[in-house]
């Protein structure tokens, strides 16, 4: 299941070691990649962060490091894809769960899906990959190319 995750991911949407303080910056980072790479419209950073401050992505996994999952509407996307950013340090999204209650993210996949089907389909792709500590672990620790696609194959 995870395999099919790496070829979602566009290689020039990966950015590991992030150093940053906000969600709003990670997101318009990963944003950036997917726009550069074709993926998405202008309007697309913008509409993630409305969305993810009305409906968030944060998912508290019970491990050393959580997960946040932002998206927007189709409407905002070119082509399917889904960017990916370690961050040095963690920053606060809110739980998709409970919004009142923050959660400290240290990973975060960006997805850019033009098929609300499609949406369902990959974040159970997504679920499927950080339920293993093992994966989220080899992530945080990926310092390559290479080691992503290691743990994602």
Not at 39 to 59: C, I, N, Q
Not at 78 to 99: S, Y
Request: charged share 25%; hydrophobic share 50%.
């Amino acid at each position: 299941m995870a395999e099919a995750l790496m070829n979602h991911i566009d290689p020039e949407a990966i950015v590991l070691g992030v150093d940053t303080d906000s969600r709003e910056a990670v997101i318009r980072l990963l944003a950036d990649k997917l726009k550069a790479a074709g993926y998405v419209k202008d309007s697309f950073a913008e509409a993630v962060l409305a969305r993810e401050a009305t409906m968030p992505t944060g998912l508290p996994l019970g491990h050393a490091v959580n997960v946040a999952v932002p998206h927007t509407d189709p409407d905002h996307v070119v082509k399917p894809g889904i960017a990916l950013a370690t961050l040095k340090n963690p920053v606060t999204f809110a739980n998709m769960e409970d919004p009142d209650e923050a959660v400290e993210v240290g990973l975060v996949f960006l997805m850019a899906l033009n098929d609300k089907d499609r949406q369902i389909e990959m974040l159970q792709e997504i679920m499927a990959t950080i339920q293993s500590e093992e994966a989220i672990s080899g992530l945080m620790q990926a310092s390559s190319l290479d080691d992503v696609a290691a743990v994602l194959k």
